[in-house]
């Protein structure tokens, strides 16, 4: 039953899991160089190897793609989250949490072959330069954008700090040329930040980048300038980063010199991260959201909250990753991302999953909370099997496998039903959504605030008829038939991408949130 509704989405989500893992719980600390580890005068066998093949070999060959390819053999070899970048993908997993990344400033989507600008950022250097919500970017310093993939595209407008993108732009049908200054562009790793009501604020937090805390704490103080009481944290699907952001956050919600954390490795000793100062939050009643991708750094926050029972964990088991990372340059250019120890929460539980049998049995363990229940049914978790440990107030929690939570709640399995994934796949829905916007924007801005939306939206039937409409000319999908449960669940998404465009992930989460079984859940543990 559930089971057929779920492959719609697993493949996405596994796919998720497996680039996730290469990067959650990235580095405890800054890393280093590895230079100083290798200052042997006798050379390696794999170095006299590269060395023969360079000199002696029959065809021209790149000895650094091989020096690559026998590293990557080494690192399978150990954990899964210990991994090698080439010097080709080591900048763009290092922006991945440095918060910034340089750029002209846009969100962009790919319609028919065609860069549709969906968002400008406010005082970026697209802003400054002009360029509008509903531009069609057709070149980039006179390379076309037209066809080309996805990545091809980011490569033309990303670019140094400082340097010059001349964009030649379709607006309302006419060609004019722009030049944009490129700039360094911030990446929020904070989606949503609001009161749900008038004493309980909801923060959603996508990974612990380097200014994670930073953002955390404007947000919070925000929220207390409106009244906030009560906390939902919505940490589902952050697959972690930087810990010290964790450990910064935890000491805002614990007291005293409580610990948060400790590492261990074989060639590390046991380090202690305890709370430093007062909190921002330490009395009001908090409650912490995961799921199957909370991991690493979301995994010792929740964990450490748990253990002094100063929250309540509402979802399903975490994802199950206590290791960290450490990253070590390499005079190529490349790097490792190396794990160096293991995490203990305050009880001294690990949450790590057992990785024994290789790197794929660890990630289709994924796989398996679907096929085997667990998702569905909070009796069917494995960690239940674990060492048990008791916190201060005789709650018994579990280590070994990921942070179970206190309150389970099963995952919708009506939430993509399968009659509509061509809608997504093919990109018909973001396309909908997307015109629909540009034609009906001045409707949708005169709501005052992304809640005034997500209360009184009141275009229902029209956005639904005319979707009904495009569904069945774009990709022949019949929406009539779908049950009224699927109806509505696909109502409230087109809602909510509508409200994306304006209010961004605010208005995509304050829609969304209002049906959301985990955040009811939470709102009636904090009423209590």
Same mark, same amino acid.
Request: no cysteine; net charge negative; hydrophobic share 35%.
């Given at each position: 039953m559930g089971n057929k509704k779920l492959q719609v989405w697993l493949p996405l989500l596994f796919s998720v899991v497996l680039i996730a893992g290469m990067f959650f719980g990235y580095k405890m600390n800054k890393g280093g160089s590895a230079k100083g580890f290798f200052q042997s005068s006798k050379p390696s066998s794999l170095q006299e190897a590269l060395d023969l093949i360079r000199t002696k070999y029959v065809d021209p060959v790149s000895t650094d793609s091989l020096q690559g390819g026998a590293i990557q053999e080494m690192m399978?070899?150990?954990?899964?989250?210990?991994?090698?970048?080439?010097?080709?993908?080591?900048?763009?997993?290092?922006?991945?949490?440095?918060?910034?990344?340089? *750029?002209?400033?846009?969100?962009?989507?790919?319609?028919?072959?065609?860069v549709?600008?969906?968002?400008?950022? &406010? *005082? *970026? &250097?697209?802003?400054?330069?002009?360029?509008?919500? !509903?531009?069609?970017?057709?070149?980039?310093?006179?390379?076309?954008?037209?066809?080309?993939?996805?990545?091809?595209?980011?490569? =033309?407008i990303r670019g140094e700090r400082g340097?010059?993108?001349?964009?030649?732009?379709?607006?309302?049908?006419?060609?004019?040329?722009?030049?944009?200054?490129? !700039?360094?562009? &911030?990446?929020?790793?904070?989606d949503a930040?609001?009161?749900?009501?008038?004493?309980?604020?909801?923060?959603?937090?996508?990974? =612990?980048?380097?200014?994670s805390y930073e953002e955390f704490m404007e947000a919070m103080e925000n929220l207390q300038k409106q009244g906030l009481k009560e906390l939902i944290y919505d940490l589902r699907g952050n697959g972690g980063g930087y810990m010290n952001e964790a450990i910064e956050m935890a000491?805002?919600?614990?007291? !005293?010199?409580?610990?948060?954390?400790?590492?261990?490795?074989?060639?590390?000793?046991?380090k202690e991260y305890r709370c430093k100062r007062p909190g921002l939050f330490e009395k009001g009643k908090l409650v912490i959201l995961i799921d199957e991708l909370s991991a690493s750094a979301s995994e010792v926050l929740a964990g450490a909250?748990?253990? %002094?029972?100063?929250?309540?964990?509402? !979802?399903?088991?975490?994802? *199950?990753?206590?290791?960290?990372?450490?990253?070590?340059?390499l005079s190529d250019g490349s790097a490792l991302r190396l794990t160096v120890a293991r995490y203990y929460s305050p009880l001294g539980r690990s949450i790590q999953r057992p990785y024994d049998?290789?790197?794929?049995?660890?990630?289709?363990?994924? %796989?398996?909370?679907?096929?085997?229940?667990?998702?569905?049914?909070?009796?069917?978790?494995?960690?239940?099997?674990?060492?048990?440990?008791k916190t201060p107030s005789g709650h018994i929690v579990f280590g070994g496998g990921g942070i179970?939570?206190? =309150?389970?709640? &099963?995952?919708?399995t009506s939430t993509y039903p399968i009659s509509i994934n061509k809608l997504f796949t093919s990109g018909s829905f973001n396309s909908f959504v997307y015109t629909y916007y540009l034609q009906h924007r001045k409707e949708i801005d005169q709501y005052s605030s992304a809640a005034d939306y997500a209360e009184h939206f009141g275009k229902f039937d029209q956005l639904w008829n005319e979707f009904v409409q495009y569904a069945a000319a774009r990709d022949s999908v019949n929406l009539v038939l779908l049950t009224a449960r699927q109806k509505e669940t696909l109502q409230r998404r087109l809602e909510a991408f509508l409200g994306r465009f304006r209010w961004r992930n605010t208005g995509y989460f304050q829609v969304l949130n209002h049906e959301d079984a985990v955040i009811a859940k939470a709102m009636e543990e904090i009423k209590k």
């Open positions: 399978s070899k150990l954990d899964p989250h210990s991994v090698y970048f080439p010097p080709v993908e080591l900048k763009a997993v290092n922006e991945d949490l440095a918060g910034n990344f340089d *750029g002209i400033g846009v969100e962009f989507n790919v319609f028919s072959d065609t549709n600008v969906v968002y400008v950022v &406010p *005082g *970026g &250097p697209s802003d400054q330069a002009g360029l509008q919500i !509903g531009d069609k970017i057709v070149a980039v310093n006179d390379s076309t954008l037209v066809g080309v993939s996805l990545a091809r595209i980011k490569e =033309f340097s010059v993108a001349t964009l030649k732009l379709v607006r309302n049908g006419k060609e004019q040329m722009i030049n944009v200054k490129r !700039g360094s562009i &911030p990446v929020p790793s904070i930040a609001y009161m749900i009501d008038k004493t309980t604020g909801y923060i959603k937090l996508n990974k =612990f980048t380097e200014n000491d805002e919600f614990l007291d !005293g010199d409580k610990l948060v954390v400790y590492t261990e490795g074989v060639h590390t000793k046991k909250l748990q253990d %002094w029972d100063r929250a309540i964990i509402v !979802g399903r088991r975490s994802f *199950g990753k206590g290791l960290v990372q450490e990253q070590y340059q049998k290789g790197k794929k049995v660890y990630m289709d363990e994924i %796989w398996e909370r679907y096929s085997n229940g667990e998702a569905l049914y909070a009796d069917s978790n494995k960690i239940h099997n674990g060492r048990e440990y179970m939570p206190d =309150f389970f709640v &099963p995952i919708d």
